[in-house]
């Protein structure tokens, strides 16, 4: 085999490998439409206890979402960098990403601090056990972004942006978008909605 | 390649996102529209910035043919689309035919009773 021949090969694969993510992206949204569901069914029944109005701050809701939109922008501009081979760039733009993401993810953390102390923690009524599930489901994908976030940055600083790591970059931004989609109908659904 | 989109692509979806947000934010914290209106303009909202997103972030409308991944997100948003409004149908249907009043005043309606 010839040098482009191969070379085209190997993207054929990564195009594969990118598709098979994109599937399970696409899986991962029946599991939050399940969960969606739930919540839906189950916003109402507040079990005398307090509801989405009284909870929610929607300021603090709204910086959060806009800090994740930010940062699914910023994971856009890591990747042109990565396809343009600035290195430097990569890593500054992840880095901002990751920085964004952790800011999201305390402040998520901290309402959720905030709920228990007060008593309305998963256990207080099937609304706050719908909510719990659904806007933590989310956490947890988050926090293993920027896990895995880190671990690519550590390759990219050692190795350069060579082929497993820009693919593996390709496959992390799809997520990190995927991620911002799904806190759109969140924000929506569980915030909006529960604050009328 | 085009797949992987550019400068001009990310910016709009950027921008027309945080436009939509804020939109849809205005609306429910002004009391803007009556319940069923606002509810009915900010899942309109939710779904533009979801085709938008799909567009400008994740290039789906910049895929070589054949359309496999535009194929498996239609599919996704029907399986979706079934599994919410499904429940949400199925799940007040019982609360209403669990609801002795409901119930009476459907049996009253029905002739012969």
Known sequence: MSETELALEHQRADEKTVFGFWVYIMTDCVLFASLFATFAVLRGNTYGGPDGRELFSMPFVLAETLILLTSSFTAGLAMLAAHAGKRKSVLVWFALTFLLGVAFLSMELTEFAHLAAEGNSWQRSGFLSSFFTLVATHGLHITTGLLWMVVLMWQVAQKGLVNPAVRRLTLLSLFWHFLDIVWIFIFTIVYLWGAM | ?113
């Open chain 2, 1 to 113: 390649m085009k797949q992987e989109g550019n400068l001009r692509s990310y910016v709009i979806g950027f921008v027309l996102s945080i436009v939509l947000t804020l939109a849809a934010y205005a609306l429910v914290v002004n009391h803007l529209f009556s319940l069923q209106l606002a509810l009915s303009i900010i899942a309109g909202l939710a779904i533009v910035q979801f085709m938008v997103q799909m567009l400008f972030f994740l290039h789906l409308g910049h895929e070589a043919h054949p359309r496999w991944k535009l194929v498996v997100a239609v599919f996704m948003v029907i399986v979706v689309v079934i599994l919410v409004f499904g429940s949400l149908w199925i799940m007040n249907n019982l609360n209403y035919r669990m609801s002795p009043t409901d119930m009476n005043n459907y049996l009253r309606g029905q002739d012969g009773i």
